[in-house]
């Protein structure tokens, strides 16, 4: 049974950082390019950054770009995703997703 459980989320205020966290069961990690989705209230769920299976390639949406990073770790079953200079507009709930599975989400909120 695929599970993929982020943690990491919270508050924060604009211009902190955050890393997520999603650890992954149930299947060969590092088999599957993994993403990172995100939900503002209101909004569609959209895609933030992207990896392949051996972390060599990335993409990310370009409302992030040069302030996200996504990483993985094989050997940890985890996929990683380090937010910097965060800004109010990156407040959501944060999925991580492999193919049609998605994880329960993470609470972001970033707020003086």
């Known amino acids: 049974q695929v599970q993929l459980v982020e943690s990491g989320g919270g508050l924060v205020q604009p211009g902190g950082s955050l890393r997520l966290s999603c650890l992954a069961s149930?299947?060969?990690?590092?088999?599957?390019?993994m993403s990172w989705y995100r939900q503002a209230p209101g909004k569609e769920r959209e895609l933030v950054a992207a990896?392949?299976?051996?972390?060599?390639?990335?993409r990310y949406a370009d409302s992030v770009k040069g302030r996200f990073t996504i990483s993985r770790d094989n050997a940890k079953n985890t996929l990683y995703l380090q937010m910097d200079r965060l800004q109010s507009n990156d407040t959501g709930v944060y999925y991580c997703?492999?193919?049609?599975?998605w994880g329960q989400g993470t609470q972001v909120t970033v707020s003086s």
């Open positions: 149930g299947f060969t990690f590092s088999s599957y390019a």
């Open positions: 997703k492999r193919g049609n599975d």
């Open positions: 990896i392949t299976l051996g972390g060599g390639t990335t």
